[in-house]
């Protein structure tokens, strides 16, 4: 039990600072929150997206190589099939290595699968120009590596839809939290400000009754009234002020009584 006065005060200054320490808090973790939020909206999603747009662009460079071989020049279809090869599988690690979506893990094993056969079928075509020639190579792209090309840029736009659905989910996640947050904080705020004044005036009144008191028996005895007693209702600073207003008094009224006897005593000695 704390009996100082200013052990009192301190401790209404601690409630009103641990107030503002959870409003504090409580701000801090709901924008951490909300950053991080922020961060997967930014990050993960966005880079899985342009990686695989980039797919995409690799693998129609090099179905553009392909008609490339087949109809101009061989040698430099080829050589750009190859280098869009590099391309296409620099990005697909990207993807492979940046997995945070339900689902995703499947569209990029469809990825792989689809391409290898499309790269698969380029050797085939390879042969079968060099040995039936150019018309042959022609029936075979288009019955058999046009659709692997297809499949493949497929897979790819629904890799880019679901992190694109899983962006707007993360978008929608923030606004909510930031929402959230903001009345969390605006109640907390409220909260602190209503506890804190009902606090301070509980306390106000309370340390200040006893002086009020206090100065009402010192009106009193100004006023003549030496029987009046301060009351004791603490045990701080206020209380032992009044203890020692009370023995003053006494003192006075010790002084006062002594005073009228010896007035007495003069006053009938010479009868």
Do not use: H
């Not at 999603?45 to 129609?60: G, L, P, R």
């Not at 101009?72 to 990005?91: H, I, M, P």
């Not at 290898?116 to 029936?139: C, H, M, P, T, W």
């Not at 009020?212 to 603490?234: C, E, F, H, V, Y």
């Amino acid at each position: 039990m704390i009996k100082t006065l200013k052990g009192k005060i301190n401790l209404i200054y601690l409630v009103l600072v641990l107030l503002i320490a959870v409003v504090g808090i409580t701000a801090s973790f709901n924008l951490y929150n909300l950053s991080k939020a922020i961060d997967g909206l930014m990050i993960a999603n966005y880079k899985s997206i342009s990686a695989a747009n980039n797919m995409i662009d690799a693998i129609e460079r090099q179905d553009s190589a392909v008609l490339i071989y087949i109809s101009v020049d061989s040698s430099k279809g080829k050589a750009l099939f190859a280098d869009r090869n590099e391309e296409f599988l620099k990005w697909y690690n990207v993807t492979a290595n940046n997995i945070t979506e339900k689902g995703e893990k499947e569209l990029v094993l469809a990825i792989k699968a689809s391409y290898n056969n499309y790269v698969r079928l380029f050797f085939d075509l390879q042969e079968i120009r060099s040995r039936e020639g150019i018309s042959k190579a022609v029936d075979f792209y288009n019955n058999r590596m046009m659709s692997d090309f297809i499949n493949t840029k497929n897979i790819l736009k629904q890799l880019c839809i679901l992190n694109e659905k899983s962006m707007f989910n993360s978008k929608y996640s923030a606004t909510k939290n930031s929402n959230n947050s903001m009345y969390i904080v605006l109640g907390l705020s409220i909260f602190a400000i209503i506890s804190g004044y009902t606090i301070s005036r509980f306390f106000s009144n309370k340390f200040l009754m006893p002086v009020t008191m206090l100065t009402k028996t010192m009106r009193l005895i100004k006023a003549g009234d030496m029987n009046q007693q301060a009351n004791i209702i603490s045990r701080d600073e206020i209380g032992e002020l009044a203890e020692e207003f009370n023995n003053m008094t006494k003192r006075l009224q010790q002084y006062e009584q002594s005073t009228r006897e010896i007035f007495w005593q003069r006053k009938i000695s010479p009868m």
